[in-house]
């Protein structure tokens, strides 16, 4: 069994940055490859970011690709999201998830294991 649990988020403005952190009750963290999604009212949970087990591939939604970077600190069990040059529409409660079985990142049903989320809210 796998916990995850987020921190991070908050209320910012435009263009500021915020870092995301999900920390995971494992003992073999490493094993798992890591995605954070977010899910606004009303819409489906849309991915967002995923690493691999060491860290080494990342993949990013257009939506963000160039702001948010995801990375991990496998010795002390957590991914990050650190996301630059927030808008209004990245407003949203964001969620970590991890997988063993890394066939497609983006899909949420690769994922087994999901946090409670963090909200993030960008003011224009």
């Known amino acids: 069994q796998v916990q995850l649990v987020e921190s991070g988020g908050g209320l910012v403005q435009a263009g500021d940055s915020l870092r995301l952190s999900c920390a995971a009750s494992?003992?073999?963290?490493?094993?798992?490859?890591m995605g954070w999604f977010r899910q606004t009212p009303g819409k489906e949970r849309e991915f967002v970011a995923a690493?691999?087990?060491?860290?080494?591939?990342?993949y990013y939604a257009d939506s963000v690709k160039g702001r948010f970077t995801i990375f991990r600190d496998n010795a002390k069990n957590t991914v990050y999201l650190q996301m630059n040059s927030l808008k209004p529409e990245d407003t949203a409660v964001y969620y970590c998830?991890?997988?063993?079985?890394?066939?497609?990142?983006?899909?949420?049903?690769?994922?087994?294991?999901w946090g409670q989320g963090t909200q993030v809210t960008v003011s224009s």
């Open positions: 690493v691999s087990w060491s860290g080494g591939s990342t």
């Open positions: 998830a991890a997988t063993i079985y890394f066939g497609d990142p983006q899909r949420r049903g690769e994922y087994d294991y």
């Open positions: 494992v003992r073999t963290f490493s094993s798992y490859a």
